[in-house]
């Protein structure tokens, strides 16, 4: 972060070595993950879930835990759900509470790992909406997704990558609405289509 490598320094002969564990300890200490899967204790309720790093990671009384915890299940609208447990809630929900979880931790930059793939389409407006006031609110993500429409809208960089290799990086405009490599094209191809398909359908309605 901020231009310094992460993981690794360049030694006397500049050559990459990587960091001690103390380092690479501090290095992720700003930044906050959102799974995939939830990742939530399924045994603990939703307010136990959030505090936890807080007290385990960050050391704070279970009191002060509380409280920010609180607040950040209040941003995400889920404060209602406090104390139920992660099977009662849905996909959704659960999803909304692991962001609360990352941003309980007051992170620089939040990860994202495809956070609505395991949510049925359904619920994935929701959690959607969640990201984008966050976004609002200046909260630097990085998100890996496939959602083409919510990258364009939401992003202010996008990367594509293809085989662990970064194909192009520029603005939504660039990348997604005036593509100008053949591999991205092919790639839009589907979602192209499927978007007229969906303009064309709303205009004969």
Request: charged share 20%; proline share 6%; glycine share 8%.
């Amino acid at each position: 972060m901020r231009g310094a490598l992460l993981g690794y320094r360049r030694n006397a002969a500049g050559a990459l070595v990587r960091e001690s564990e103390r380092v690479i300890a501090e290095v992720r200490s700003p930044v906050a993950m959102v799974f995939q899967q939830f990742n939530l204790w399924p045994h603990m309720t939703v307010l136990a879930n959030v505090m936890a790093p807080l007290t385990l990671a960050k050391g704070l009384r279970e009191d002060q835990a509380r409280s920010v915890a609180g607040e950040a299940l209040e941003r995400v609208g889920m404060s209602a759900k406090a104390d139920a447990r992660p099977p009662q809630l849905s996909g959704g929900q659960q999803q909304r509470v692991g962001i609360a979880r990352a941003l309980a931790v007051g992170p620089e930059v939040m990860l994202l790992d495809e956070p609505t793939s395991a949510l049925d389409p359904e619920l994935v407006d929701e959690v959607l909406e969640v990201i984008k006031s966050l976004s609002r609110g200046g909260m630097t993500m990085i998100m890996v997704t496939h959602e083409m429409s919510f990258a364009a809208e939401v992003s202010d960089r996008i990367v594509f990558m293809e085989k662990s290799r970064i194909v192009t990086i520029g603005t939504p405009r660039e990348v997604i609405h005036q593509p100008e490599h053949p591999r991205i094209r092919a790639f839009l191809q589907p979602w192209i289509r499927r978007s007229l398909g969906n303009a064309a359908a709303g205009a004969a309605a």
